[in-house]
């Protein structure tokens, strides 16, 4: 296990390396009383833990973390502090520890178990053709290869909202700009970028189970998240409608297989504006999908199947008139009156929920209806 050491006091690092000499578990390789990130980016990316004073004079213990964290983002850091205030702070930064000055070697033995701990988490190494399926469909998910789902326990929700949005742009470099005028607009641009790079660190921590699947990459002015071997949901499912023959009697069961792989719109139980235009881009060929399915039954008298599509667009898009109009029409040709009042009924809640109204030729169409008790009705 590899440490560096960072106090302005020199005193105080010898102290402390003294005190790790004694437990022996452990081998300082840098010792620093102010620390040249630039220079020494090669030793971070090398260590296992860092020991950092919070009280320097020349720059913050805190700032220097954060610093720290956006070269070597899977580095532990063990604050050094001699007054207890600063111990908030340096957990909402993700500190495996902190300890108190003078260093007790009993608290100094706790802090080392801790950090071995951490470092002997196993790492889900699968084997070569393992596939780590991703959900995007309503809400985020993992699923194994035995179908057992994973909801994955963030840090924050902005850490949780930045990992999608990286996703949504895998293998692409998006600048750290764009991602601090997204998720932290209301911040000032040092604390913006202070909240970036420790979401970033979340991410890492939350996602080293599935390293061999994510990595997250820092190019300077941006981050680059790559995916392998990860089938997302959405994505798959875009890919074969659009790759799907015309609609015939062979090929409509793979339009029903293909379908069910659409369980629910793009992210849509969390609240991003950014997810919004792809949320309906998909949307709206899941529509078109769906109408060409109910129109073939329909063409083909399997009126049970084309009413079950139907439903599905109402039940999905509530306020989709067209689809109401048809399953009125449906019920009308089987003498349904029941079905074609209530279908009215729930179009016009619908389209009310959003101040709308049904559309003068809706209205005409169910009044002439009503007026000749079902009877005649225009099909």
């Known amino acids: 296990m590899k440490a560096i050491l960072i106090d302005d006091e020199a005193l105080a690092l010898d102290f402390l390396e003294h005190q790790l000499n004694k ?24 260590v296992d833990v860092i020991f950092l004073d919070i009280e320097m004079p020349e720059i913050n213990g805190l700032e220097l973390a954060e610093k720290i964290i956006e070269v070597n983002a899977d580095v532990l850091i063990v604050f050094v502090t001699a007054f207890n205030d600063y111990a908030v702070q340096a957990f909402e930064l993700n500190a495996l ?40 469909s ?8 035995n179908n057992k789902i994973q909801f994955l326990q963030w840090r924050t929700t902005k850490s949780r909202e930045l990992f999608l949005y990286l996703l ?37 921590k939350t996602l080293k189970k599935y390293s061999e699947h ?11 998240l790559s995916a392998k071997n990860v089938f997302i949901d959405l994505v ?19 339009y029903e297989k293909n379908m069910k792989l659409y369980k629910g719109a793009f992210l849509e139980a969390y609240d991003y504006l950014w997810a919004e235009p792809e949320r309906y881009r998909l949307e709206q060929l899941w529509l078109k999908t769906a109408y060409q399915m109910a129109g073939y039954y329909d063409q083909q008298d399997i009126l049970t199947k084309a009413e079950e599509w139907y439903v599905k667009i109402c039940t999905t898009i509530p306020e989709e008139e067209e689809a109401h109009f048809f399953l009125m029409k449906l019920y009308a040709r ?6 074609i009042d209530r279908q009215f009924n729930q179009l016009t809640k619908a389209l009310e929920e959003l101040s709308l109204e049904v559309s003068p030729s809706v209205k005409k169409w169910f009044m002439y209806w009503k007026s000749s008790l079902g009877e005649n009705s225009p099909t």
């Open 168 to 204: 949504y742009n895998c293998g692409k470099t998006i600048r750290k700009s764009e991602l601090t005028e997204l998720l932290w607009t209301d911040f000032p641009e040092d604390k913006a970028y202070s909240q970036l790079y420790t979401a970033i660190y979340h991410i890492r």
């Open 138 to 145: 309503r809400e985020l998910h993992f699923e194994t290869d």
């Open 334 to 339: 089987l003498g349904l009156e029941l079905q």
């Open 23 to 46: 437990i022996g578990s452990i081998k300082v390789i840098g010792k620093f009383n102010n620390l040249n990130i630039k220079k020494n980016a090669n030793l971070l990316n090398e």
């Open 97 to 136: 520890d902190y300890v108190l000055k003078p260093i007790q070697l009993d608290r100094l033995r706790k802090t080392l178990k801790r950090v071995e701990s951490n470092l002997n988490v196993e790492i889900h190494k699968p084997d070569k053709n393992n596939v780590l399926k991703v959900n995007l």
């Open 236 to 254: 798959e499912w875009e890919n074969k409608i659009n790759a799907s023959p015309s609609l015939t009697s062979e090929t409509i069961h793979d």
């Open 214 to 224: 994510f990595t997250i990459k820092n190019m300077g002015e941006g981050y680059t």
